[in-house]
């Protein structure tokens, strides 16, 4: 928004008021109001006025402009960037506008356009950070990961200290798989904003993927003391410690996840893993049912051929487990075959060992299961 000044609403429309019965046609007394209950946040009050004062001055390009933000503000990205092209019709070389009206088009999916909208902002300011960095946001959407970083890049060099492209530059090179340059961004952001939580996380995924695994928990340690909340944090240090073998401890971390995030279907999938790598089965299975419970596609993926799990694949509770969710029509034949470590017709075939009854086969199907064998 442009000009206005913060008062209380009462006080605003009583003014106001007076206003209109003095001066019915004053176009700035009008927009200026409009800017007291814009900034009162009153954004359907303060409309109503720009569109009073546009009635009187049809090309007061700031009362379109401060009427596309009070509309972008009450998430109506459209009727925003309808006002933006007015104000942009009367002053077309006005850098904020076009900006904003990427924002816009970005908050409706609309990236191509969003990007378009930034270019044209940066031909009118080519040193504006704030449009480099919504255009390489933008680009970010399409996968358009070099051009992510050079735009951020390009922002950094008119802000250096503008810890948000650090951060979502780095995020950009690990896409990449670039993990070495993404935590020297991680780190130029740590040393703008020492407690910006989001980029000690992302240092210590990108640590952990090259396995530096107690450089991780470190850094996943750091994010938890700024925001103690951080699930995906606990999450993620909990897989650090699995991975370094301290399968109490990344338990502890998955609990704290939990606590938070109880629906957090990856942490109780790595509990599940720990405590079969410990031969835990009955704490395995419990787990890993919770897992399933909430996601059953991915938590079935995953331990299908997970190696976590096969010191106990053979073992009576979870092949009940199996038989169980088989009989429940909550998986198929081949994903039972699958987690037992067996081939379909042989699952089928012993069914009767496990206790079930041959459910809802068709004959056509166990006929070619048994033929191509």
């Known amino acids: 928004m442009r000009t206005g000044k913060l008062g209380c609403r009462e006080d605003v429309i009583a003014s106001l008021e007076k206003l209109l019965e003095i001066k019915p046609d004053k176009d700035d ?73 990427g924002i816009a088009l970005g908050n409706l999916g609309r990236f191509e356009e969003a990007i378009a909208s930034y270019d044209q902002a940066l031909q009118f300011q080519p040193d504006n950070p704030d449009a480099w960095y919504n255009r390489g946001n933008a680009l970010d959407e399409l996968g358009r990961f070099e051009e992510v970083i050079a735009s951020y890049d390009q922002a950094l060099q008119f802000q250096p200290d503008k810890n948000e492209a650090w951060n979502n530059r780095g995020i950009a090179l690990d896409k990449l798989g670039r993990l070495e340059e993404a935590i020297a961004s991680y780190d130029q952001v740590l040393q703008i904003k020492p407690d910006l939580y989001q980029a000690w996380y992302n240092r210590g995924v990108a640590l952990g993927n090259l396995g530096r695994w107690e450089e991780a928990i470190a850094s996943f340690d750091q994010a938890l003391q700024f925001q103690p909340g951080y699930y995906e944090a606990w999450n993620n240090r909990g897989v650090a410690l699995g991975n370094l073998g301290r399968w109490e401890e990344a338990i502890t971390s998955y609990d704290q996840a939990l606590q938070f995030q109880p629906d957090l279907y990856q942490s109780w999938y790595n509990k599940a893993c720990c405590y079969a790598l410990q031969a835990n089965i009955e704490q395995a299975i419990e787990n890993l049912q919770q897992a399933i419970d909430l996601d059953p596609e991915e938590s079935l993926r995953m331990a299908k051929t997970n190696s976590d799990f096969d010191k106990i694949r053979d073992s009576e509770p979870f092949r009940a487990m199996v038989v169980k969710l088989f009989e429940m029509k909550r998986i198929s034949s081949g994903m039972a075959a699958q987690l037992l470590g067996t081939d379909r017709v042989s699952f089928l075939l012993n069914l009767h060992c496990y206790g079930a009854a041959m459910i809802d086969l068709e004959e056509e199907e166990l006929l070619s299961d048994l033929e191509n064998a």
Do not use: C, H, M, V
């Not at 009153?42 to 009073?52: F, G, V």
């Not at 009635?55 to 379109?64: G, H, L, N, R």
């Not at 960037?81 to 904020?96: C, E, G, H, K, T």
């Open 29 to 101: 007394a009008l927009y200026n109001e409009g800017n007291k209950l814009f900034r009162l946040e009153q954004y359907e009050e303060a409309i109503a006025l720009y569109d009073q004062a546009l009635k009187i001055q049809p090309d007061f390009s700031e009362a379109w402009y401060n009427r596309g933000e009070a509309l972008f503000y009450l998430g109506r990205f459209e009727e925003a960037i309808a006002s933006y092209d007015q104000a942009l019709q009367f002053q077309p070389d006005d850098p904020a506008t076009w900006n904003n009206r």
